[in-house]
C-alpha cells in the first residue's frame, strides 16, 4: 500500500497569504495524484488531478505542482473560505489511499 | 447535472448488517467504475470499494474484505454496499464516488453526500 504523507499537520494563515501544502509518496506515483478540499459537514471537493489539473470551477488562486514522490498545492492568495482540511489523494494503485490531511486555518 | 445520493445508513448494533444504496443520475451508470469511502468521526477518509462499469470486477479495502459487497443494478442506477457483520471501527459517513473519466478507474470529482453508519451497543 502507499502511503502519503502531508505536511504540515496544521497551518494557520492570513487572508491575502500564500499557503504552501506538501504531499510526499511512499513510492513513485508519476503525476497521478489529486487534492481534495473538504469542509465540515461536506463531501471533499477536488481541487486537483493529475497532480497539476485544476478542476472545474476551480479558482486560479488554487495549484498543483510535483511528480514522483513529492507534490506540492499551493494557495497564491488566501481567502476566508479557504478555512478547510486538504488532503492528497494517489490513484494508480488500489487502494487509491488518502494522506491524512492538512488543516488550514485563516486568521 | 451529475447527482449521487446516499441512503440506508443509521444506528446499528455491533454483529448486525446493513445496505447501503448510492443512486446516481445526469450520467451513463454503466459506463463509470463506482466507489465508496468511508470516514471515521474527526478523522480522514479512507477507500473501501469498487466496483467496474458492468459490475464483473470488484477491490475492497483489507479491513472489510469478507464482511462487505459492492454490488451494482445498472437498470436502477444504483450501486450498493452490503455491510455483514459490522463492528465499531465502520463507524463512519460513508460516501459514494463516480470515477473520473469512462476509460479509468480512478476517483474524480463527483461524491455524494454521506450517509453515516453508528455500529453501537
Known amino acids: 500500500e502507499i502511503v502519503l504523507t502531508q505536511s504540515p499537520a496544521t497551518l494557520s494563515l492570513s487572508p491575502g497569504e500564500r499557503a504552501t501544502l506538501s504531499c510526499r509518496a511512499s513510492?513513485?506515483?508519476?503525476?497521478?495524484l489529486a487534492w481534495y478540499q473538504q469542509k465540515p459537514g461536506q463531501a471533499p471537493r477536488l481541487l486537483i488531478y493529475?497532480?497539476?489539473n485544476r478542476a472545474t470551477g476551480i479558482p486560479a488562486r488554487f495549484s498543483g505542482s510535483g511528480s514522483g514522490t513529492d507534490f506540492t498545492l499551493t494557495i497564491s492568495s488566501l481567502e476566508p473560505e479557504d478555512s478547510a482540511v486538504y488532503y492528497c489523494?494517489?490513484?494508480?494503485?488500489?487502494?487509491?489511499?488518502f494522506g491524512q490531511g492538512t488543516k488550514l486555518e485563516i486568521k | 447535472e451529475v447527482q449521487l445520493v446516499e441512503s440506508g445508513g443509521g444506528l446499528v448494533q455491533p454483529g448486525v448488517s446493513l445496505r447501503l444504496s448510492c443512486e446516481a443520475s445526469?450520467?451513463?451508470?454503466?459506463?463509470?467504475?463506482m466507489h465508496w469511502v468511508r470516514q471515521a468521526p474527526g478523522k480522514g477518509l479512507v477507500w473501501v470499494s469498487r466496483?467496474?462499469?458492468?459490475?464483473?470486477?470488484?477491490s475492497y479495502a483489507d479491513s472489510v474484505k469478507g464482511r462487505f459487497t459492492i454490488s451494482r443494478d445498472n437498470a436502477k442506477y444504483t450501486v450498493y454496499l452490503q455491510m455483514n457483520s459490522l463492528r465499531s471501527e465502520d463507524t463512519a459517513v460513508y460516501y459514494c464516488?463516480?470515477?473520473?473519466?469512462?476509460?479509468?478507474?480512478?476517483?474524480?470529482?463527483?461524491w455524494g453526500q454521506g450517509t453515516l453508519v453508528t455500529v453501537s451497543s
Open positions: 466496483i467496474n462499469g458492468d459490475g464483473t470486477s470488484s
Open positions: 464516488a463516480r470515477a473520473a473519466s469512462t476509460t479509468a478507474a480512478g476517483i474524480g470529482g463527483y
Open positions: 513510492q513513485s506515483l508519476s503525476s497521478y
Open positions: 445526469g450520467f451513463t451508470f454503466s459506463s463509470y467504475w
Open positions: 489523494q494517489q490513484r494508480p494503485n488500489w487502494p487509491y489511499t
Open positions: 493529475d497532480a497539476s
